[in-house]
């Protein structure tokens, strides 16, 4: 794990955002924590938050041409991701996102910001089953973009439908790598080494030996 990495996990348990005990997920899974991007909710966090992801970004090497933030989630982190490109990394990124209503007056459309064309770098917080993504990945390909890149925070490292991960699907299926701050596999060795929170250990493995991918 990079320095990072840990950074990025301490900051999300300090906030709220990564938390350990009983959760039910969207695809009706118990597992043993959750985390919960939505929490990061002041101007501080989404400096940080910004700086964690364009990190990522620019440490994978992959190639594109604009941000796109899927609603609701996505557009946040789409934005704080293109202001922190901007401001540590020299590089003025378009980005756009958009609205889940139909707009018929004004603008119209339900695309906002920078147009949706070339190679899209899909943005959100987590890919546990790939269903929220697959949504966005349709509104790419409607549009006739093309996907380069999905970057998310966290990677569950769950099985999707069959005995890949969500993000080896998708992988798969869309020709795009998927790049994330950390994994599951992050936070594992996080509590490994953490004598606070290393009392959730043994359910977050059996949780993996479960859920997660060989
Ligand atoms: P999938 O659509 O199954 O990939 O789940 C991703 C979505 O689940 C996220 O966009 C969240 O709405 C939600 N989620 C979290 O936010 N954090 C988690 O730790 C787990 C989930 C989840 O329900 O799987």
Redesign the pocket.
């Known amino acids: 794990m990079k320095a990072y990495q840990k950074e990025f996990i301490e900051f999300a348990i300090e906030r709220g955002v ?1 938390k350990f005990g009983e ?5 009706g ?1 118990t ?1 043993p ?6 929490l990061f909710n002041k101007g501080s966090d989404l400096a940080r938050l910004g700086r964690f992801y364009a990190a990522a970004l620019v440490d994978s090497g992959i190639d594109f041409d604009v941000l796109f933030g899927p609603a609701y ?1 996505g557009i946040p982190i789409a934005t704080a991701t293109a202001v922190a490109l901007y401001d540590h990394h020299q590089q003025d990124t378009p980005y756009c996102f958009n609205r889940k209503e139909k707009k018929d007056h004004g603008e119209g459309g339900n695309l906002v910001g920078s147009a949706l064309e070339g190679k899209v770098m899909l943005v ?12 966005a990945m349709e509104i790419v390909e409607t549009n006739g973009a093309e996907l380069s890149g999905v970057l998310i925070a ?1 990677d ?1 490292q ?1 099985k ?1 439908k069959g005995e890949l991960s ?1 993000i080896q699907e998708v992988e798969r299926d869309f020709n795009a790598q998927v790049v994330s701050i950390v994994s599951l596999n992050d936070v594992i060795n996080f509590l490994k080494d953490d004598d606070t929170f290393n009392e959730y250990l043994p359910k977050v493995e059996a949780y993996r030996a479960e859920f997660g991918v060989a």
């Open positions: 990564l959760f039910t997920l969207k695809s899974r597992s924590y959750f985390f919960n991007a939505g989630k959100d917080d987590v890919i546990t089953a790939g269903t929220a993504i697959r949504e966290l569950r769950e999707g969500a």
